[in-house]
């Protein structure tokens, strides 16, 4: 283990006021139970047979509880855990059924695209239409466990394709929406969907998606899917439609459908949502229905602080565990859903023109993404008006200091808490998360999220002191847990729980500091061993990125004859900009110390990078060894491996 790094900027960024600490929805929770501080609260949340059923309660889920039977079960351990045995419901009830009693003329959906098109849905007209996909589902053959396929761009009809599916107790299977033709096979197949809803097509950075063109391509390896509805999205051009198979979605879909809501076992899956693996097999994890729901709803209300008041943009794609997390949480608070469909910097300052438009009040975004926006200039300006902003949330990979700061200042106005939450697909929420109600260092996650045990673990499974990087790790089962890997219950054993017995190890490096701030690393897969001593890659990253000259960066390590791994860096020039090399190599040196002076540093016109502008440092480290990538599936930009090999030759 190795000392967290103590020049990463760890200043105070946020500290709260009485008025934010009196109305967030945390703090509720508290007085309705009598406690007083959040770290009794984060002590109490471990008991799941007091905690999840206050969360029901107090978040006023459609969730009721069989009498007597405990909340959790685990006789056979951990990775075996059952939640809310004996209980029926349909997680649609809380995020639609409700709101449709008590408000159905509120917004339940807006939606905005690169080509200026905006549609908002009440939440009568969502459920309207999600009872439409439900019935034309049900004419397909649709039904309690099947999976289908949602191959579709963020709007509307995929937030009622999803409510549709779940609404039968059919299981999503939802699929990035830029994809290419082999990515979109391999899930359907391995899936074994019958139905895929997708669209003709989409813009998404000024060029045209062609989705229809995709699919059908991708189910020439896909036949175990007998039938497509397909929603006319863009209806510019002739859709070539296979006789029998495909069907508009405007002919199968109607308009007047009969109410639905089956009601189904609490532990009845909802989402199969695969993530990348290091080989050339995606993981598939496995959601359920109440485990979906009470995870998101607790994360979205306590932590995030989402109210039925709020309108919630979270930038990313519904082939993200966030897509479907905004749909979801948006919906179990009655909030209104903003749906982003395309680039969010098609032009440079959508985004900030949307927050003012649409009067967005919380935002999600990833590091990488500000990143982006802050070297490229993207600053809002004054014309821009993003006063009604209370909330930042981030997800997806660690902050260098430098873009936190700019989030923080530039588009936050120094008011807004950075709600920096890490989880996971396969978690179904958080593992850390802060509360807007306590004081945020720069880059922190606050804590542990409530009702998740998590811990900081040496090699040997014993836990570390502060300001020491270890592993993350889970100590108890949660709803939100994956119920193992779709058809590879060895694979999910082998993945989280061989390590140490009775233990989820997540993957990610983390730390905690003496004041009880916790951080992140990296992944510990992608660690650096340099001649002993081991770093990981983020530490590296957040020196190379403070630097002006530099607009995203990675670390990776290759293999040395001496010291059995050095360091490379690969570097993104800011616009305009020449970096200069060796001052960048002796500001790392300086930071972490001499023995982790780059051996070489590269620079590249882009990174290889996932749709949510994370960074397959996998992929760059394997185009540097020349060794086979692996999936690379999630790949947003594969032109990116061209610059990379570019760079590494000269």
């Known amino acids: 283990m190795i000392a967290a790094a103590q020049e990463a900027g760890r200043t105070v960024e946020w500290v709260p006021d009485n008025r934010t600490i009196a109305e967030a929805n945390v703090s509720r929770l ?49 990775h075996r855990a059952r939640w809310f045995s004996g209980t029926k419901l349909n997680l649609t009830d809380s995020c639609l059924g409700r709101w449709v009693r008590e408000a ?70 939802p699929i990035f929406s830029g994809f290419g033709p082999e990515a979109v096979a391999s899930r359907l197949e391995d899936a074994g969907a019958r139905v895929l809803l997708t669209a003709d097509a ?46 508009w979605w405007h002919d199968l879909v109607p308009a007047d459908p009969p109410a639905v809501s089956l009601q189904v076992d609490a532990d009845h899956p909802a989402l199969l949502i695969y993530t990348s693996g290091s080989t050339g097999r995606p993981k598939g994890a496995v959601l359920t229905h109440a485990g979906l729901l009470v995870t998101v709803a607790k994360d979205s209300a306590y932590h ?48 900030w023109r949307l927050v003012g438009g649409e009067r967005i009040t919380v935002l999600g975004v990833s590091p990488s993404l500000i990143r982006g926006l802050a070297a490229a200039g993207a600053e809002p300006s004054d014309e821009h008006n993003l006063s009604t902003l209370r909330i930042l949330g981030a997800t ?81 089962p949660w709803p939100g847990m994956t119920k193992s890997l779709w058809k590879d219950d060895e694979r999910f054993i082998e993945t989280y729980w061989s390590r140490f017995p009775g233990v989820w190890v997540h993957g990610d490096w983390a730390s905690y500091d003496e004041h009880g701030q916790w951080f992140l690393h990296g992944r510990s897969d992608d660690t650096l061993n340099i001649g002993g001593q081991r770093i990981g890659p983020a530490e590296a990253e957040a020196v190379l990125t403070a630097s002006d000259a530099v607009a995203d960066a990675t670390a990776i390590a290759m293999p040395h004859q001496v010291k059995g791994e050095a360091m490379w860096c690969f570097v993104v020039p800011a616009p305009g900009a020449q970096p200069d090399l ?3 190599s002796d500001a790392v040196a300086a930071a972490l110390g001499k023995p982790f002076r780059p051996e070489r540093i590269v620079v590249v016109d882009d990174l290889p990078r996932t749709r949510s502008q994370k960074i397959l440092r996998r992929v760059v480290r394997a185009v540097a060894i020349g060794a086979d990538p692996g999936d690379l599936s999630s790949l947003e930009n594969p032109e990116a491996i061209a610059a990379v090999r570019k760079g590494v030759s000269q």
């Open 30 to 78: 508290m007085e309705r139970h009598g406690i007083s501080s959040l770290a009794e609260l984060r002590a109490r949340s471990f008991d799941p047979e007091w905690f999840w059923p206050a969360v029901i309660e107090d978040l006023g889920l459609e969730l009721e509880l069989a009498g007597g039977a405990p909340v959790l079960q685990a006789p056979e351990g951990p």
């Open 104 to 173: 159905p003329d509120r917004e339940a959906a807006c939606w905005s695209t690169e080509t200026g098109e905006e549609r908002r849905l009440t939440y009568a007209e969502l459920d309207r239409l999600a009872n439409g996909v439900a019935a034309a589902l049900g004419a397909c053959g649709v039904g309690p466990g099947d999976t289908v396929g949602v191959f579709m761009p963020l709007a509307p009809e995929t937030a009622a394709a999803l409510y549709g599916c779940w609404k039968l107790g059919a299981i999503v299977v």
């Open 202 to 247: 989409f813009t998404r950075r000024g060029s045209r998606v062609e989705m229809k063109a995709i699919a059908d391509q991708a189910l020439a390896h896909a036949p175990g899917v007998q039938r497509v509805i397909v929603w006319r999205r863009d209806g510019t051009a002739d859709v070539a439609m296979k006789e029998g198979r495909d069907h």
């Open 304 to 351: 995030v602080d989402l109210k039925s008041s709020d309108r919630l943009c979270w930038v990313t794609d519904i082939g993200w565990i966030m897509g479907t997390w905004e749909i979801v949480a948006a919906g179990a608070a009655g909030a209104t859903v903003c749906l982003i469909e395309g680039g969010p910097a098609s032009p440079h300052d959508r985004l």
């Open 396 to 476: 997806g990979e660690p902050w260098s200091p430098a873009a936190y700061t700019w989030l923080h200042n530039e588009v936050g106005g120094g008011r807004c808490p950075i709600i920096n939450i890490s989880g996971g697909s396969e978690v179904g929420g958080a593992f850390l998360a802060p509360t807007p109600i306590e004081s945020l260092e720069t880059c922190s996650l606050g804590g542990p999220a409530l009702g998740m045990d998590v811990a900081v673990y040496d090699e040997g499974g014993k836990a570390v002191p502060a300001n020491t990087v270890g592993e993350l790790v889970c100590r108890r």
């Open 582 to 584: 060796n001052a960048l």
